[in-house]
């Protein structure tokens, strides 16, 4: 499967591993990565594949205009760091990005683009989904 492929089949593949409250989402893809949201297309979780790092990172962007609103962000989700580890694993991070963004995310081992790994990478990216968005929406309400 080529990566515009994969990064396509993502959202398809995610949804079935959501609670119905949380499939209802707008989506975008580009040959090396896809990017999922719910009601800010600069707050969205995504999946990068990065061949130059032998990586695929997946987690959930502050990419707001306004770098306060990703201070803002980062800053909620930092001081929920740790309970954010203890669910998803120690492996995630949470930390200030380029341009003022900000970014919770892992990455996994680059893998060939076959079915076996869509469906990891699409169960992985539901257990973010599903513990992250509530974080998400209780700072944004």
Known sequence: MRSSD???????AVR???PPALRDF????RAWLVQIQYSQPALHYEVWSMP??????????FEHRDSSV???????FDAHAIAIKAELGERVEVEPWDKGWA???????LEPFEPPYL???ALRLAQMIEYLQ????????
């Open 119 to 121: 469906e990891q990478v």
């Open 134 to 141: 509530p974080i998400l929406l209780g700072v944004l309400t």
């Open 70 to 76: 990703n201070a803002r962000l980062l800053a909620h």
């Open 52 to 61: 130059y790092r032998n990586l695929l990172e997946l987690g959930l962007h």
């Open 16 to 18: 079935p591993h959501l």
């Open 103 to 109: 970014k919770v995310y892992e990455t996994l081992p």
């Open 6 to 12: 994969f990064m396509k089949a993502i959202p398809e």
């Open 26 to 29: 707008q989506w975008q893809a």
